[in-house]
């Protein structure tokens, strides 16, 4: 059996992978709440948790939301795995998606919580992870695939 939509398994592998390590070096080098300017008072890394959804929505949330995490990676890997082929954008997408709600589902699983440590400032924009960057960046690429498909016409 070939193994299809390529694109979509290898975004969900390099978005998963990037999303850990980052964590990873977050918390093995910063202190819970510690920051480092980047760019002062535009882009710092800050090591915060998040027991909420993106931006801190329903803080405490925790247990629906890993729940949520994993009907999300399984419904995704069924389509890419049973699903038609994908075009370039969707497979794209969803792929980023998948990486995306499998890194934030890890975290919600194993440490209760999501790591989280891009923090930009200019825009006093709540501090988020690669897993919110991917998921939103496959959201863009599904919009992107979807102004690109033609509407099919129905001739009689």
């Known amino acids: 059996m070939r193994l299809k939509n390529h694109l979509f398994w290898i975004a969900a592998f390099i ?3 990037l999303d850990q390590l980052t964590k990873y070096w977050v918390v093995q080098t ?3 709440g510690e920051t480092l300017p980047i760019i002062a008072d535009v882009f710092h890394f800050t090591y915060v948790t998040n027991t909420g959804a993106a931006f801190s929505l329903f803080s405490g949330k925790v247990e629906w939301l ?3 995490s994993l009907g999300v990676s399984l419904v995704l890997i069924a389509v890419a795995w049973f699903g038609e082929e994908l075009n370039y954008w969707d497979q794209l997408g969803y792929g980023l998606i998948l990486g995306g ?4 589902g890890i975290d919600r699983f194993v440490l209760g919580y999501v790591v989280d440590f891009l923090d930009f400032r200019l825009i006093n924009f709540a501090v988020f992870n690669m897993a919110d960057s991917f998921i939103s960046i496959g959201i863009i690429c599904l919009l992107v695939g979807s102004f690109q498909k033609t509407p ?3 001739e009689r």
Do not use: I, K, V
């Open 66 to 68: 890993r729940w949520l």
């Open 152 to 154: 099919t016409s129905s």
């Open 30 to 32: 910063f202190s819970l």
């Open 101 to 104: 709600a499998m890194g934030n």
């Open 15 to 17: 978005a998963f992978f």
